[in-house]
């Protein structure tokens, strides 16, 4: 079990938010009615109803070959479904392709450019085919390339670019005809780290500033929780899950009335910690967890060890462990009905004597939910077929 | 992204959507624009200089080693009528060179398929075909766009070196063309734009069927070969095939020989524009059937000698080429159109 921390506040603001707006929102940009997609026997969009909401970054999780990318073309009108239909911008794309191609900016998985030509020479083939031209196109290029940061390498030839340039190219083309809704297949991809925050923190402020609604679809499940607001998980075609993170995470079975802290602490004190902790009123149970975070792996790896509870090749723990104080990491657990905040006081106040480093609510990873959520689905449609049979 | 994100952008998401509810359409035009950045392509890429180069070196070549030979011929002739045209259909008589129709009918093709062999797998393979479809633009613009840019750089080719040529007969050798020949010349100029058109179509519906340009090409240039160099062996053997009788032996034999072979050679392509463009450049050609019996053989050489038609009734004489050539195009660019429109964005 891996911890990542921080984020807590938005989550908790953005559920409230999804949860007064549940109801079908008939102003939704992008909304399917059962859409389905079959090649020949194979279905790639099983009925698929989504709906993403009006300035809202909606994350489509899945493995390769879920039904992302389909869906992605039906609703662009770049594929005709086999069945159901799907609103985007208020039009069915198969009968109003223009219209929605004009409104919607679409970065297509693993996008190219004409290596012949430069980036900015790209863009206004774009900009053309948007019907933009002359200055208002020229001043639309330079502020695309301005926004993904490309300013400096706009006017050399894009078979020089790397990947991640090429992607960064590829947003701000999706970017030209200023459009109402983005979708974006694998944005992320093949960009390093640093470019990756770049390319996030430009989703969320296109966000803030326009009002776009985002769709983007992933497999890189810590990027999609750092910055959608809701997340659908997509597996056979299927959405078998949609919802904040928090949502989910109960959707599927994770509670979350867990506390995790820190504690710059000896091992020896361990068990000072623990009586400490159930003396607070409302705590169920206290037990160490391991982090990823603030340590190297080796450290990691030998606590998984330690207290066996990391899946994968065994790795041997150095005999002589690391003396001194070191941060100790503990996950407590709570009655389901207790406050949150009011938990936390109550346990800083009984930490008193301890040095308390960090203090947060426990949630399960994106990851964690994603793979529960696949291995329940996996198990049902074992299950129907089991009875399909019988 | 904060709560207040999220309940303030629906009041603005609808705004936006407003103020663009009714849009200037001017997208109608989505393959000229397509087509333009295709003409800047072809027009800055190796292969329009390779082609230039080959087609103007040589055309040049034969038309120098024939030019001593037009002199003379040209100065004995009373009647100039088709002087000019000669410099078109003048070989050399001292080495084995291909006059200039000869050669363009060869070489046509090549440019036809050159130009077209990648225009959408490569799209496909370099991942700009999603991004390129998912712009406010149909479909079809994108392979009509790449078929007009392919037909238009290819006529200001030709274009190019039949005023090189010209230009080389007036300069050099002081033919002046009369009204007739320049409209016999564009006349043939414009059919073969049609028949390098077919092979552009031709190359345009390998390259939708074939994904990968290398076998595109490979397929292109096989189909060229097996018109321009194996059509006159194959059909030799066909018309053995058919008649195994037949032998040469008698002149009567000989001639339904003949027949026979040229109305198998008349189903490839190349035959039908040879023969258009030899009627158009050759005011002195009256028939493109071949004798049938010994009669029409007969008839045919005791018609006058330097008898000439005017271009229109050479037009009439080719009307049925030209159609055929039309209905060829037509049939490889709607069979790549088609598949194309029905293809999946994605590989």
């Known amino acids: ?390 | 992204m904060t709560a207040d994100t999220v309940t303030n952008a629906p009041a603005s998401a609808p705004a936006a959507a407003d103020a663009k509810a009714q849009p200037a359409y001017p997208h109608t035009n989505g393959w000229a624009i397509v087509a333009r950045k295709e003409v800047a392509d072809h027009l800055h890429s190796a292969r329009i200089v390779v082609l230039f180069f080959i087609l103007g070196a040589a055309t040049l070549i034969p038309l120098y080693f024939a030019s001593d030979t037009i002199k003379s011929v040209a100065g004995q002739l009373t009647d100039t009528r088709g002087a000019f045209l000669a410099l078109f259909l003048a070989s050399s008589q001292d080495y084995p060179i291909p006059n200039v129709i000869t050669f363009v009918a060869i070489v046509a093709p090549l440019l036809g398929i050159g130009f077209a062999f990648d225009s959408i797998n490569g799209e496909r393979s370099d991942g700009t075909l999603p991004r390129l479809l998912s712009q406010p633009i149909y479909r079809d613009d994108v392979v009509n766009g790449k078929f007009v840019a392919g037909l238009a750089v290819i006529t200001v080719v030709l274009v190019a070196v039949v005023g090189i040529i010209a230009g080389f007969g007036i300069v050099r050798l002081g033919i002046v063309p009369g009204v007739d020949e320049v409209i016999r010349l564009l006349l043939w100029l414009a059919v073969t734009i049609l028949w390098v058109g077919l092979w552009l179509a031709f190359g345009l519906l390998l390259s939708v069927r074939i994904r990968r340009a290398a076998n595109a090409a490979l397929v292109g240039f096989g189909v060229w070969a097996l018109v321009a160099i194996f059509g006159q062996l194959i059909v030799g053997v066909v018309a053995s095939v058919i008649a195994p009788w037949a032998t040469a032996a008698t002149l009567e034999q000989a001639v339904a020989l003949k027949a026979l072979s040229d109305g198998i050679l008349r189903v490839l392509p190349l035959t039908i524009y040879q023969e258009a463009s030899a009627v158009l450049m050759r005011p002195d050609l009256t028939t493109v059937s071949t004798p049938a019996t010994i009669a029409q053989l007969g008839q045919l050489e005791a018609q006058v000698q330097g008898q000439f038609l005017s271009f229109d009734q050479s037009l009439l004489l080719i009307w049925p080429h030209v159609v055929a050539l039309v209905a060829l195009m037509a049939v490889c660019f709607a069979a790549a159109y088609i598949w194309f429109m029905r293809q999946e964005v994605r590989a």
């Open chain 1, 1 to 390: 079990m891996t911890i990542v921390t921080g984020r807590p506040s938005r989550r908790r603001r953005s559920a409230s938010a999804a949860a007064a707006a549940t109801a079908s929102d008939p102003t939704a940009p992008i909304r399917t009615r059962a859409l389905t997609k079959r090649y020949g026997e194979r279905i790639a969009v099983d009925a698929l109803d989504l709906e993403v909401r009006a300035g809202e970054i909606f994350g489509l999780l899945g493995q390769n070959g879920a039904g992302k990318t389909t869906t992605i073309l039906m609703l662009l009108g770049l594929t005709e479904p086999s069945g159901g239909s799907a609103r985007v911008v208020g039009l069915d794309p198969t009968r109003h392709p223009l219209e929605v191609k004009r409104r919607v900016g679409y970065l297509p998985d693993s996008v190219g450019f004409y290596g012949n030509m430069t980036g900015r020479e790209n863009l206004r083939y774009t900009a053309r085919l948007n019907g933009l031209a002359g200055d208002e196109a020229e001043d639309a290029i330079s502020l695309a390339v301005e926004h993904v940061g490309l300013t400096d390498r706009a006017d050399t030839r894009t078979d020089t670019y790397s990947r991640g340039m090429l992607q960064r190219l590829g947003i701000a083309d999706a970017l030209l005809k200023d459009p109402d809704v983005l979708i974006l297949d694998e944005p992320t991809a093949s960009i390093d780290p640093i470019g990756v925050e770049d390319v996030l923190r430009l989703l969320r402020q296109l966000v803030h500033e326009r009002g776009i609604t985002i769709l983007l679809s992933s497999h890189l499940l810590n990027q999609v929780q750092s910055v959608c607001d809701r997340v659908g998980i997509f597996a056979f075609g299927q959405l078998i899950g949609v919802g904040t993170v928090p949502e989910l995470a109960e959707r599927f079975g994770f509670s979350l009335n867990h506390i995790e802290l820190v504690v710059d602490a000896d091992p020896e004190q361990d068990a000072e910690i623990v009586r400490a902790l159930k003396r607070v009123d409302g705590v169920i149970d206290a037990e160490l967890g391991i982090a990823l975070t603030d340590r190297t792996l080796a450290e990691a790896a030998a606590a998984a060890v330690t207290t066996g509870d990391l899946e994968g090749p065994p790795v041997e723990a150095t005999p002589d462990a690391p003396a001194g104080p070191q941060e100790r990491i503990w996950i407590v657990t709570t009655e389901p009905e207790r406050e949150l905040h009011a938990m936390i006081s109550s346990i800083v106040g009984a930490m008193a004597a301890q040095r308390l480093i960090r203090i947060g609510r426990h949630a399960p990873t994106l990851d964690e939910i994603y793979r529960r959520a696949v291995e329940q689905h996996g198990k049902r449609r074992l299950a129907e077929g089991a009875e399909g049979a019988a």
